[in-house]
């Protein structure tokens, strides 16, 4: 059975040493920092499923910390903490890509089914992998380049988010609707599907003609890095 590690980035000592001997109980692994710089450092540096972050920081703010988590890996599951209970907050801290928002007080027992719920319909685990082999060549997601032979190519954000989601998920069928909204953050209702056929045609034509054949499109249905589970 798998064990989610979960981020707690947390400043006040007690309610740090709260969450995480509740998470640890709980059967969740934990990763913790305090302020801003320990949580960058971290956030390049280790893998988590699930990041718990609280808004008012020594050193920034939880949502530049969400920010940075967006850039380096755009589908794992951010919940923000915050005595902020306006409506204002919320609004802006959902729209900038948080998961949940919890106001203080919670409850642990709440905090824990909250966060059961969002690793439940977060994207399937993707597999922890640094570089992914091609036929010509490999995706390297730690330095975010692709090599094409003995070539380095430079690939555009979303290109670079593109590929990764899918080799990540490899025999998983990634809809259009599902790289909008969890890998670029953007809802399907207001952006044209076409916009992922796009970056698709341009992602494939930079990988090259014996390296594109890895990704498969299916009619109706979308993508799929190598063969259908």
Known sequence: MQRYR???VEDDA????GLCDALRVSGYDVLVAKDVPEAQKLIHA?????ALLDVVLPGGTGFELLKEIRTERSVTPVMMLTARGSEDDKVYGLKSGADDYVVKPFSIV???ARIEAVLR???ERPRAVERVLLPNGYLDFKLRELVVGENRVVLTTREFEL???LAMNAGRIISREEILSRVWKMDPRMVETRTTDVTMARLREKMGTENAGMIKTLR???YVWGDVL
């Open 6 to 8: 979960i981020f707690v």
């Open 14 to 17: 007690a309610i740090r040493k």
């Open 46 to 50: 280790e893998e988590f499923d699930l």
């Open 110 to 112: 709440e905090l824990l």
């Open 121 to 123: 319909r977060s994207p």
């Open 163 to 165: 590929a990764r989601h």
């Open 220 to 222: 109706g249905q979308g």
